[in-house]
């Protein structure tokens, strides 16, 4: 197997990780293969169902030019330090080059043990490794910056949970796997040598044209921040809650990165939760931005002495004045992208009112989430009736949708372009809960059916199709509420 990797995080970044090998896998075999995305990256399809394929995406054998490591990171998980988590059950196998020339991580979850696991198997069952891929491929074909899954790869082996699971591994693409949390585990250290070799050569990577510049560690931060928070202005607008939003799990590129116990919502709920652990709701829908902000605080402090090495403290007002333009930085990507799902082309800050207004009447209604979207368009055709359905009895409905309609008529185009317009970035389809966990449940047992189906209409979210109508509604009330795990 020929793969032309060109390794620079193995390369320029020694004493930042540990090199390490991946576990055997009794029996490899291809669940579900990426075949765009391995087309993308340059590489065959073909070749990577061979054995030495398999070999290389479950990790038990790597192929020439690899060069597999366990990359070193800290954390705040839930506002609680730890200076040492690390792939715990992760690889980095190599980067490419893909077809625009962009630089790819290649990773893989589930590859066994490293230093890093305290005391964890360093495996990953086959349920949550196909979430994992179908969850970045709805965000992706959503237009949401994120990592993607190349394959999924069950070992032949069970992994024990609550219960023995089949085993499988995740090979995921990233731009990086740069993470808050790398830097923070070199400024805990007080290791400013490595954090700067680390800040150069992320800022090599994803913001090259600041390399050598004298304030280049300065503009990095303001550059994550600005990523960041049009990420998570993203996620809002597709209902998407990341659960998990520690700063191990904020990339630097401005990538959704690792896919735990997120979930979309189907009801539209600011206090939103699902994972089993965040008991206080700290990662909840509404709460996402505030607390990217405070990550983004966290990757500021690591950079203090990068930005003023005489004395740090006097970086503080910099520093802290570009944290400060977070929220702005969000609120006007918030606004683009709810005005864009409103029809409305050209927002001013008095549109912010009209897009409160309607999650407003979304919240008190009980309505689902992206179907009131859809709704919405219907409403911009002149048929008022699927939105008054969802939204349900919720007073105030009436005046809104007539100020919107003003707002709507008067620009060009008028009502008619509007739904056009809407029609293109409200989807259809979402990665519903109970679709996924019916989805799992049939692949544990053999039969991938449903997650190709749903892959399928996740592929093209915007556009309806009658034979995939079961997909698009919310779960029904015996469903009930969703609960998803973390380190699954
Ligand atoms: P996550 O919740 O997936 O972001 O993981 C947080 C940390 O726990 C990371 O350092 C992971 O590598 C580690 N971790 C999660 N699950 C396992 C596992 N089964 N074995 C070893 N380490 C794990
Ligand atoms: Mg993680």
């Known amino acids: ?180 949390g790398t830097f923070q ?91 089993s652990i965040d008991t206080q709701g700290r990662y909840a829908y509404g709460r996402q931005s505030v607390l990217a902000q405070w990550n983004l605080a966290r990757l500021a402090e690591t950079l203090l002495p990068l930005i003023d090495p005489k004395s740090p403290e006097d970086a503080l007002p910099a520093a802290q004045a570009a944290i400060e333009r977070a929220p702005a930085i969000y609120a006007a990507a918030w606004r683009d992208a709810f005005a864009a799902k409103l029809g409305i082309a050209a927002p001013t800050e008095e549109d912010d009112a009209r897009i409160d207004g309607f999650l407003e009447l979304l919240g008190a209604g009980g309505a689902d989430f992206t179907q009131a979207f859809r709704g919405l368009i219907a409403a911009a055709q002149g048929s008022d009736t699927r939105l008054w359905a969802l939204v349900g009895g919720a007073p105030g409905l009436q005046d809104w949708l007539a100020d919107w309609r003003a707002r709507i008529d008067a620009q060009p185009g008028g009502a008619t372009a509007a739904a056009e317009r809407m029609a293109t970035v409200n989807p259809v389809y979402i990665a519903r809960n109970h679709r996924v966990e019916e989805a799992l449940a049939a692949a544990q047992k053999g039969d991938l059916a449903p997650t190709q189906r749903l892959l399928q209409a996740l592929s093209a979210p915007y556009t309806p199709r009658p034979d995939f109508a079961d997909l698009e509604g919310p779960a029904p009330e015996d469903f009930g509420p969703y609960v998803t795990y973390c380190g699954t």
């Open 185 to 275: 585990f070199f400024a805990a250290r007080g290791d400013a040598i490595r954090l700067r070799r680390l800040a150069d050569y992320a800022i090599a990577r994803h913001d090259p044209d600041l390399a050598g510049t004298e304030d280049r560690y300065l503009r990095f931060l303001e550059r994550v921040i600005d990523r960041t928070m049009r990420l998570v202005a993203q996620w809002m607008a597709v209902g998407f809650v990341h659960g998990v939003m520690n700063t191990d799990n904020t990339a630097i590129s401005g990538e959704t990165i690792d896919y735990g116990p997120c979930a979309f919502l189907d009801r539209y709920d600011p206090m939103a939760v699902f994972s």
């Open 1 to 180: 197997m020929n793969i032309a990797f060109d390794n620079t995080y193995a390369r320029d970044l020694e004493g930042m990780y540990v090199p390490v090998e991946g576990a055997p896998a009794p029996a490899p075999e291809m669940v579900l293969l990426n075949e765009g995305l391995a087309r993308d990256l340059g590489l065959d399809p073909a070749t990577l169902k061979s054995p030495e394929g398999l070999a290389m995406l479950s990790g038990s054998a790597m192929p020439e030019g690899a060069t597999p490591l366990a990359m070193a990171y800290a954390g705040h998980q839930f506002g609680g330090f730890s200076p040492q988590l690390g792939d715990g059950r992760a690889l980095l196998v190599g980067e490419v080059i893909d077809r625009n020339g962009q630089r790819r991580d290649i990773h893989l979850k589930g590859s066994g043990r490293t230093p890093f696991s305290r005391g964890g198997d360093g495996k990953a069952a086959l349920g949550p490794v196909l979430r994992e891929f179908i969850l970045g491929e709805a965000m992706h074909r959503l237009g949401i910056p994120t990592t993607r899954a190349l394959s999924a790869v069950a070992t032949g082996e069970t992994v024990w949970r609550e219960t023995p699971l089949p085993g499988a591994v995740l090979a995921r693409v990233a731009a990086s796997h740069l993470r808050v």
